[in-house]
């Protein structure tokens, strides 16, 4: 069973940093997707970033202005989200996901933590 804990979330202010970390249990394999999505109040959880075994990034179209930034330390097993410039509809619970295999193109994650909440003020 894999086993996600998420930490970093907190608030702050527009223009503010946050890193999101997602401590990981081992993968089941050498092949595998970690990603990072979020539940923004009132909607349905959208993915946010993906990084897979063989070192592939993809962002949502959300977030491919430069400002988030996924990345693992392998010794560490934990995955991060570096978030700047935040801005106030960035508010809402950031979760961390697993999906065995290499990145295919789905966003239907298999494990998951239980999210960090990030709220940005103006």
């Known amino acids: 069973q894999v086993q996600l804990a998420e930490s970093g979330g907190g608030s702050v202010q527009a223009g503010g940093s946050l890193r999101l970390s997602c401590a990981t249990s081992?993968?089941?394999?050498?092949?595998?997707?970690l990603g990072w999505f979020r539940r923004m109040p009132g909607k349905e959880r959208e993915g946010v970033a993906v990084?897979?075994?063989?070192?592939?990034?993809?962002y949502a179209d959300s977030v491919k202005d430069g400002r988030f930034i996924i990345s693992k330390d392998n010794a560490k097993n934990t995955l991060y989200l570096q978030m700047n410039n935040l801005k106030p509809e960035d508010t809402a619970m950031y979760y961390c996901?697993?999906?065995?295999?290499?990145?295919?193109?789905?966003?239907?994650?298999?494990?998951w933590g239980q999210g960090t909440q990030v709220t940005v003020s103006s």
């Open positions: 996901a697993a999906e065995p295999g290499v990145w295919g193109g789905s966003w239907d994650f298999r494990y």
């Open positions: 990084l897979d075994s063989t070192g592939t990034t993809i």
């Open positions: 081992r993968m089941p394999g050498d092949w595998y997707c």
